[in-house]
């Protein structure tokens, strides 16, 4: 499903070079809930935004679906991204947009018609449970429900593959809860497949089917949770 071949990744400031990913290595399965956990600095965020190209990297190939998108051109790799959401740490939402707005969004982007809009939007409001809010705005919502934008909002064009970039690192425990809950809901309900990067242990225990350490630029280890943190 996602197969992550050989990836480098150099960041240089200056005439300084940071080397963020060092031949790196990761397949994720069709369906599955893959968490990426390591340090800070330690290439997360790197990673995840290589996955939809974000970030490109200097060598190696990233396939999604069958697809080498590092081969793509431009306008291919547009089309391939519409099938890979993405939710951020900070919510990332259209601040002068209503929530209807932010989630009709990417749909607008596509052309797609209003009557069509509605219709979804519709539905993606009452899948994250924000049916009341929908004209409000996001200095109007908590970070809970600010998320639930996100997730709704990433769910719009139907995407294969759902990227969570620390999506629970601002939130509270409880409000973590609800919104991994809600991602488990939509892994089980689209058979979504969803790649998370976090530096929580508890997010990775809780959702997660394998689990990856990241360190250095590299995946030091990787399995299922208990197969990698709960070794005799
Ligand atoms: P993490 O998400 O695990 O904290 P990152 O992928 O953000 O790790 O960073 C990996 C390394 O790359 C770090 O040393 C970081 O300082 C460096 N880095 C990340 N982004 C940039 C950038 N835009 N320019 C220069 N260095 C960067
Ligand atoms: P109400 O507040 O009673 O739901 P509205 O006129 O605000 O009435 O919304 C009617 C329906 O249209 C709602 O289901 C809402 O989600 C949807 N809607 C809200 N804003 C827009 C918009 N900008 N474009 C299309 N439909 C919208």
Redesign the pocket.
């Known amino acids: 499903m996602i197969e992550l071949k050989n990836l480098t990744k150099e960041?240089s400031?200056g005439n300084r070079i940071?080397t963020?990913l060092s031949g790196l290595n990761l397949s994720v399965d069709k369906g599955e809930i893959f968490g990426v956990i390591?340090?800070?600095?330690?290439?997360?965020?790197?990673?995840i935004r290589c996955i939809n190209l974000l970030e490109r990297p200097n060598s190696g190939e990233v396939w999604v679906n069958g697809v080498n998108l590092t081969s793509l051109r431009t306008k291919q790799l547009q089309a391939e991204r519409r099938k890979i959401g993405m939710i951020y740490q900070h919510f990332n939402l259209l601040s002068s947009a209503t929530v209807y707005e932010n989630i009709a969004f990417p749909l607008r982007l596509a052309h797609i018609s209003n009557q069509e809009i509605e219709i979804k939007v519709n539905d993606l409001l009452a899948l994250v449970g924000l049916e009341e809010h929908h004209d409000k705005y996001p200095a109007q919502l908590s970070g809970g429900q600010k998320q639930r934008v996100g997730i709704a909002r990433a769910l719009a064009s139907d995407p294969e593959v759902l990227l969570c970039d620390e999506a629970t690192s601002a939130l509270d425990p409880q409000t973590t809860d609800s919104i991994l809950k809600l991602l488990l809901d939509i892994n089980k309900r689209f058979h979504l497949t969803i790649v998370l990067?976090t530096h929580e242990m508890h997010v990775i225990q809780s959702i997660c089917d394998r689990v990856g350490v990241?360190h250095q630029?590299g995946i030091v280890e990787q399995g299922t949770v208990s197969e990698v943190f709960l070794k005799p």
Do not use: C, E, P
Request: net charge positive; glycine share 24%; hydrophobic share 35%.
């Open positions: 960041y400031a940071t963020a390591g340090h800070s600095g330690a290439g997360k965020s790197t990673l990067i990241i630029g």
